[in-house]
């Protein structure tokens, strides 16, 4: 299967401050990737859906100003969380569909987000 | 908002005995996939059921499909340490060419030896 990797696994940060979250489709070309929240033994949320070249789409409720998406390339997306806090400590995980309509979406290995 | 039920929410069992979980929406799906994730990875798709009353088989892990297609059941003969894992069914929201995926409340199975 196809392999979509995520940079950092972990990331600690202080509140107020920013992470960016990187997620890549290393063996395909993905236009359209989806970014998922989880807490600890819950399911997956969707939070938005990032298509390149265009804005993100955003799931009611998921603040499109807290949580910045951009997919500049047919292989890259990325999630800014602006002015962490505590509560926006989570799991992370991005997916990655292949172009044609109904394909497998391929899923990242996940980025621990610990806001002190 | 989920939208899909799983149930149950927990379930621990000894290695050697048989389960069931369930997955349930009020609607129709038009396909259902179903998923293991184990504890600080992403989630690893086992299979994809489209047909209403399919049965598909991988190794000890027997899915079903219903009839109505509104609900799915992940039967899984002699468990082992190994199946330990949060188990998500999840099916696709038609969008244009986006085919957003919509999680089940998930299943956490432990396995003890």
């Known amino acids: 299967g196809a392999v979509v990797s995520q940079h950092p696994s972990r990331v600690i940060c202080k509140s107020g401050t920013s992470v960016k979250i990187e997620c890549r489709s290393l063996d395909f070309q993905a236009t359209t990737m989806f970014w998922y929240r989880q807490f600890p033994k819950k399911s997956l949320m969707l939070m938005a859906t990032s298509n390149e070249g265009s804005k993100a789409t955003y799931e009611q409720g998921v603040e499109k100003d807290k949580f910045l998406i951009n997919h500049a390339s047919l292989t890259l997306s990325t999630l800014t969380v602006t002015s962490a806090h505590p509560e926006d400590s989570s799991f992370y995980i991005c997916s990655a569909r292949q172009p044609r309509e109904g394909r497998e979406q391929f899923f990242g290995p996940g980025t621990r987000l610990t806001v002190l | ?113």
């Open chain 2, 1 to 113: 908002t989920q939208l899909l039920e799983q149930s149950p929410q927990f379930l621990s069992i000894q290695e050697g005995e048989n389960l069931t979980v369930y997955c349930n929406s009020s609607s129709v799906f038009s396909s259902l996939q179903w998923y293991r994730q184990e504890p600080g990875e992403g989630p690893v798709l086992l299979v994809t059921v489209v047909t209403g009353g399919e049965v598909k088989k991988l190794k000890r892990l027997t899915f079903q499909f219903g009839d109505a297609r509104k609900d799915s059941s992940l039967h899984i003969t002699a468990a082992q340490p190994g199946d330990t894992g949060l188990y998500l069914c999840a099916k696709s929201l038609p969008g244009g060419a986006t085919n957003k995926l919509i999680f089940g409340t998930g299943t956490l199975l432990a396995v003890q030896p």
